[in-house]
């Protein structure tokens, strides 16, 4: 019996003493990397007062992290053909971790940058690795489940990630509350490295830079998923970008509201957790482009709501936005691996690079159109890449109904 075959007969299974135990390291797992990644997103109004810096220049915090993430996104998937999947994430969320703990430390906004972009350097290791991992090791049954969890992680470790140094900030420095974040996911980290058993179906293999080069090239060259990796990079580009200003307006008149409670504003997140579960549902039932469509409407209701001058209209309007958000990126990141048929993790590495190169550029470029012009010009920027992400949408509908899937397969649709 082959490798393979032995994976889908043995594997584990829904309810199997395996199954929960790396469905919690997985878990743990999106959990320390997104506390990790957005941390400082909501402690940067502070980093503007306390280092004397521009909104702009502060959302390099949050920028340069995921941007570098985003460059090794695709190294680190390589790392793991050759030297193993858990390694290369353990060595991931360790690293980072213990970046994370001597940040605080950072006597300027120069070395707290690169301390940022070396702990994304380290992150990349666990998103470039972990959905292989489970692919390898969970039964075909049971893995939607088990890729679930993993989501549910992120998306709450996001979550945790921004409400733990706002909660902090009203009674300490901002390094207090960066180092309050580091501990947590430090031990987020270990239950994921104490919890996360050795691989059973992994074969290492040498993976020759010229064949990557062309697999890599091939997805490119396929204008389905050019447009799925270019929706990612709009997509996340819009929504860090309203996330990471978010907060310069509400501690502005006319609101003035403390961390605290611009901190909590970030449960609106959990809108996302609700809404990209049922996008997932409705795709299989209504058509991706259709679902997707309706995502990206939604988004951009949310964001033309966060004009008013009303704390009530900005909570709805995130609070759609959000969803609008988490939806489309649900249907855009299970499409890829639909479409690419050969070769499916340099592709879903292709959209990972897209989705936070996204968030580092567009979330630098979204602090310029926000000192220019106040909220009025970040709406109007994130609006832009909202009716990109539109049209991307419609292409795509388009395209996959001139393309036949293979015999057997799903609808690309």
């Not at 679902?291 to 009303?310: D, E």
């Amino acid at each position: 019996m082959t490798l393979q075959a032995e994976a889908r007969t043995h594997a584990h299974q829904r309810g199997s003493a395996g199954y929960r135990r790396i469905t919690l390291a997985l878990f743990a797992a999106g959990l320390t990397t997104f506390v990790s990644m957005y941390s400082a997103q909501a402690v940067l109004p502070t980093f503007s007062e306390y280092f004397g810096v521009s909104p702009a220049t502060s959302a390099l915090a949050v920028s340069v992290t995921t941007g570098f993430l985003a460059l090794a996104i695709v190294p680190a998937s390589v790392l793991s053909e050759r030297y193993g999947r858990r390694r290369v994430m353990a060595i991931s969320a360790a690293a980072s971790s213990a970046i994370g703990l001597l940040l605080p430390l950072s006597p300027s906004i120069e070395v707290l940058l690169a301390c940022r972009a070396a702990q994304g350097i380290a992150l990349a290791g666990v998103p470039a690795v972990a959905m292989a991992y489970l692919a390898e090791e969970i039964h075909s049954d049971s893995l939607g489940a088990a890729a679930g969890r993993y989501i549910a992680g992120t998306t709450i470790g996001g979550l945790v990630g921004r409400l733990i140094p706002a909660a902090v900030l009203d009674l300490t420095s901002w390094r207090w509350a960066m180092e309050c974040a580091a501990i947590a996911a430090t031990a987020f980290a270990l239950i994921f490295v104490r919890e996360l058993p050795e691989s059973r179906y992994f074969t290492s293999r040498r993976v020759g830079i010229r064949s990557t080069v062309a697999n890599l090239a091939a997805h490119l060259r396929n204008p389905a998923l050019l447009s799925l990796f270019t929706l990612g990079f709009v997509l996340m580009g819009g929504f860090v970008t309203v996330y990471n200003y978010l907060g310069y307006r509400l501690m502005a008149a006319p609101f003035h509201l403390s961390q605290a409670v611009i901190g909590s504003v970030f449960l609106l997140y959990l809108a996302g957790t609700v809404s990209s579960a049922a996008a997932g549902r409705s795709a299989d039932r209504f058509g991706r482009s259709q679902v997707l469509t309706v995502s990206v409407v939604v988004a951009s209701v949310g964001l033309l709501a966060t004009l008013a001058n009303s704390i009530a209209w900005i909570l709805i309007g995130v609070a759609l936005f959000t969803a609008g958000f988490f939806g489309a990126h649900s249907v855009a990141s299970g499409w890829v691996s639909r479409i690419a048929t050969v070769h499916r993790a340099e592709a879903s590495s292709l959209y990972l690079f897209g989705y936070y190169f996204g968030s580092a550029i567009a979330g630098a470029v979204g602090g310029i159109a926000f000192h220019a012009a106040g909220w009025n010009g970040l709406t109007i920027f994130v609006g832009v890449l909202l009716v990109a992400a539109l049209l991307l949408a419609f292409g795509l509908r388009r395209l996959v109904r001139t393309r036949r899937p293979e015999s057997g397969a799903p609808s690309l649709t």
